[in-house]
């Protein structure tokens, strides 16, 4: 093998195992891949926090650590978190992280199996959570919310679902059905229906009971 061959595949490998080593090389295939990371927060910037991944100083907006609004970002501070790479731009040494999706999907896996542990036909308490001109939402007792369809509040008609509920009243249903994770839910199914009364007939004895044309004519004058 001659010196110049030799040479030129030492300067392919040598740019190669540069390239490997390219942290901004590395954190494009976490892009790529969606890999979950667990990093460390090490400080607080304005408008959110920072992390290290290999070696490059990133960035987590406020809005991307938690589901709901944070106020306290001093919380995060040195606080270990799962995120994901949602930007990398070597040329603007830009590096965006998020801890938000990765929370939405644990929540949505959370929900399915709360959901899929409800049985049709069961009975659940809950609490009336808001009210709509075509039903009424409950909080249930696993965190879950069902409707009740204005139909199913009641075995009478009203005309809104404020007529016999308020927000806040705690309330007992029946689940009749479960679709694409949402749960029907009726108040109607648990009312029992009211018992008719039966008016009592007397029968008169067979005694009384004429069958003669006598006892037919007996009483009409000619």
Do not use: C
Not at 179 to 189: F, H, N, P, T
């Amino acid at each position: 093998m001659s010196e110049e061959l030799l040479q030129t595949e030492t300067m392919a490998d040598l740019e190669e195992h540069f390239d490997d080593a390219n942290p901004w090389n590395i954190v494009a295939d976490y892009v790529e891949k969606k890999t979950v990371l667990t990093v460390k927060v090490e400080g607080i910037v304005n408008g959110g926090v920072i992390a290290i991944v290999e070696g490059i100083r990133g960035f987590i907006p406020a809005s991307q650590l938690s589901l709901s609004y944070v106020e306290n970002l001093e919380e995060y501070l040195l606080k270990e978190i799962e995120v994901q790479i949602i930007e990398a731009d070597q040329s603007e040494n830009r590096l965006i992280m998020s801890a938000r999706g990765l929370l939405k999907e644990k929540e949505r896996k959370e929900k399915e199996a709360l959901v899929a542990s409800v049985k049709v036909d069961s009975i659940l308490t809950g609490t009336v959570e808001s009210l709509q001109n075509y039903g009424a939402f409950i909080r249930l007792e696993n965190g879950l919310s069902g409707l009740v369809h204005i139909s199913q509040i009641s075995d009478k008609r009203i005309k809104t679902p404020a007529a016999v509920l308020t927000v806040g009243q705690t309330v007992d249903v029946k689940v009749i059905g479960i679709k694409d994770g949402k749960i029907s839910l009726s108040m109607k199914a648990l009312i029992e229906p009211e018992e008719e009364e039966v008016e009592e007939v007397e029968i008169p004895k067979a005694e009384n009971i004429g069958t003669t044309l006598g006892d037919l004519f007996k009483n009409i004058q000619l």
